[in-house]
C-alpha cells in the first residue's frame, strides 16, 4: 500500500512537470507567433498546474506579464511583474516595476454603457505600453461600463466630463481600496493639469527575451523585445 501510495505520487509529480513543459513550449510558440490572447490563456493555465514541487519560474512570469500588458491590462501585469521580480530581485525588469507604480494609477470608472463612448488621455504617453492601457479602458468602458484596473496619470475625458489622474488620487480613500479611487461619470469635474515631472528610469529587458537592455528616453520598455519579436515573426 505505501508503495503504491509512492509511486502515485511519484506519477502526480511527472505528470505535473510534463504539463508544464507542455505548456513552455507552446508559450514559446505563442511569443514567436505574437499571439497575446493565447499567451495569456496558457499562462493561466501554468499557474494551475504550478506545485510547491513544481514552482513557476521568473521566465513564466515574465512572459504572462508582457501577454496581458499587450492586452492593455496594466493592473494585471504588473501583478506578474512584480511576482517575477520576487524570484530575481536583480532583474532589469525591476526597473519597469518601479516605472509602473510611480506612473500609473489604481482607479475604478463607470459609465453608461456605450460603444460611442468617448474616453481618451489629453497627452498621449510615450510609452506605447501605457497607450495600451488607455485603450484596454475604453473597451471596458464601453462594453461593460465599468473599469477597474491602472491608467497612466495625466487629465482624462470621460464624455463631456475633464479629470485629473495624479499622485493625489492615489491617496484618495474609496470604499474599495485605500489605494484605489472611484468616480462615476456623473462625480467628475474638471481639474486642474498637474505636470507629472520627474526623468523615467532606463528600462532593460531580460535574457528571457534575447535582447540586450536598450537605452531610451521615458523608460520605454517594449522597444527591445518589439525589435526582437519583428525579427522572429
Excluded at 492586452?71 to 532583474?91: M, V
Excluded at 484618495?172 to 520627474?198: A, D, M, P, T
Amino acid at each position: 500500500m505505501i508503495f503504491w501510495a509512492h509511486m502515485t505520487v511519484a506519477w502526480a509529480e511527472t505528470s505535473e512537470a510534463s504539463e508544464q513543459k507542455r505548456l513552455r513550449a507552446d508559450m514559446a510558440r505563442l511569443l514567436r507567433q505574437q499571439h497575446w490572447a493565447g499567451l495569456n490563456n496558457t499562462y493561466l493555465q501554468l499557474l494551475k498546474v504550478e506545485s510547491l514541487e513544481s514552482p513557476l519560474l521568473f521566465e513564466d512570469h515574465l512572459i504572462g506579464a508582457i501577454a496581458v500588458q499587450e492586452l492593455g491590462n496594466l493592473q494585471e501585469a504588473l501583478e506578474r511583474y512584480t511576482k517575477a521580480i520576487e524570484l530575481r530581485p536583480d532583474a532589469s525588469e525591476a526597473q519597469w516595476v518601479s516605472f509602473l507604480e510611480d506612473n500609473t494609477v489604481s482607479i475604478t470608472l463607470t459609465a453608461r454603457k456605450n460603444k460611442d463612448l468617448y474616453f481618451q488621455i489629453q497627452e498621449l504617453p510615450f510609452e506605447p505600453e501605457l497607450v495600451l492601457g488607455i485603450d484596454y479602458a475604453r473597451q471596458q468602458l464601453q462594453e461593460e461600463g465599468r473599469f477597474s484596473g491602472r491608467l497612466p496619470k495625466g487629465t482624462y475625458q470621460l464624455n463631456e466630463k475633464e479629470f485629473v489622474l495624479d499622485e493625489t488620487s492615489e491617496n484618495l480613500s474609496s470604499s474599495n481600496s485605500s489605494n484605489e479611487k472611484s468616480l462615476s461619470v456623473n462625480e467628475l469635474e474638471g481639474q486642474r493639469l498637474i505636470s507629472l515631472g520627474g526623468a523615467a528610469q532606463h528600462v532593460g529587458l531580460s535574457e528571457v527575451i534575447g535582447v540586450k537592455p536598450f537605452t531610451s528616453a521615458g523608460g520605454y520598455f517594449s522597444l527591445g523585445y518589439r525589435l526582437y519579436l519583428n525579427q522572429i515573426a
